[in-house]
């Protein structure tokens, strides 16, 4: 039966064809993060002992996180029609932060990462030593928001999307998406709780990021974007 000024109706549908169209869903446990920290910053680490490894092996330690979101600002306008309010959007927003939870390794390195960042973003060893702060009437002077901000890349796929061959060939057109975190920068680092416990807990560093605003693509193995 056709449909009537395009309300549904209702039509019979195999239950092959709901398996095929409904129930390849999405799972949460599939994600990659990047962080690309600006050459300042790399330096400033460097000096701190941190290589380009750890930060690989930091990203590796990402438990979970938020994808960023967007919404609309929004204008009332109630004098067009009687007795309706209409929303009208005039500008795109964005959430603007980010949360991410981290495993904390027995070196410490996922700490000293993030601490390191913030540290150049308020002059802790660029600007002055850090044993300076030790000082109670030590002041902070900010280094450039240019200096520290980067770009943050969130990849999200699926387990059948790889690069092993056999598997490749038959899954080209598989989607994975990515988030570029523009003007990205740690925002906030969490404190951690400490407490005598079980030993086979991990201890967790949850961190989060600032941004201006987000791009989203959708690409397929064989580099088509949507």
């Known amino acids: 039966m056709a449909s009537r000024g395009g309300v549904p109706q209702p039509k019979p549908i195999k239950t092959s064809q709901i398996k095929s169209r409904i129930l390849n869903v ?20 460097k000096k701190r002992g941190l290589s380009e490894l ?12 938020t994808t960023p979101g967007t919404s609309f600002l929004t204008h009332s306008v109630s004098a067009d029609y009687h007795g309706v309010v209409e929303e009208i959007p005039y500008r ?8 991410m939870t981290f495993i904390v390794d027995n070196n410490y390195d996922t700490v000293a990462f993030f601490e390191a960042w913030v540290d150049y973003m308020s002059g802790v060893g660029p600007v002055k030593a850090r044993d300076e702060y030790k000082n109670p009437n030590v ?30 060939v038959s899954r080209e ?40 605003r987000y791009v989203r693509e959708r690409v397929a ?6």
């Open 54 to 65: 750890i930060k690989e092996d930091i990203e590796l330690r990402c438990l979970n996180l």
């Open 92 to 99: 795109r927003a964005y959430e603007n932060e980010i949360g």
């Open 173 to 212: 057109d598989k989607k994975s998406m990515t988030y570029t975190l523009i003007s990205a920068y740690p925002k906030q680092i969490n404190s951690m709780d400490l407490a005598y416990g079980p030993s086979d807990e991990f201890l967790r560093l949850a961190v989060t990021f600032g941004y201006s």
């Open 139 to 168: 002041n902070y002077r900010m280094n450039y928001y240019k200096d520290y901000r980067s770009t943050l890349h969130i990849t999200k796929f699926e387990r059948d999307n790889t690069e092993f061959e056999p598997i490749k």
């Open 26 to 45: 999405a799972t949460p446990n599939n994600y990659l993060v990047r962080f690309n920290p600006p050459g300042k910053v790399n330096e400033f680490m």
């Open 221 to 226: 193995l064989k580099d088509t974007e949507e």
